[in-house]
């Protein structure tokens, strides 16, 4: 098996996960959600202060700036 034949494969594997993902995350009713520090975007070694679930790890949202100085000063 060829370099572009694996990462071919590992691309359909990763691609297959993520629909996994998303439809777990799509059932979650994210009843419990804490104040996180996330990557920006995949592979990005940025990291920004979200709400996330506690149960699936889904983004859901923006905590205010009184909340994420909070977070902060922690």
Request: aromatic share 4%; proline share 1%; net charge positive.
């Amino acid at each position: 098996m060829g370099i572009s034949q694996k990462i071919a494969a590992l691309l359909g594997k990763r691609h297959n996960i993520e629909k996994e993902i998303a439809k777990l995350q799509k059932s979650c009713k994210h009843s419990v959600k804490s104040i996180k520090q996330v990557q920006e975007r995949v592979g990005s070694s940025n990291l920004i202060i979200r709400y996330v679930c506690d149960k699936c790890s889904k983004v859901l949202g923006y905590p205010t700036q009184q909340e994420t100085n909070n977070f902060l000063k922690e």
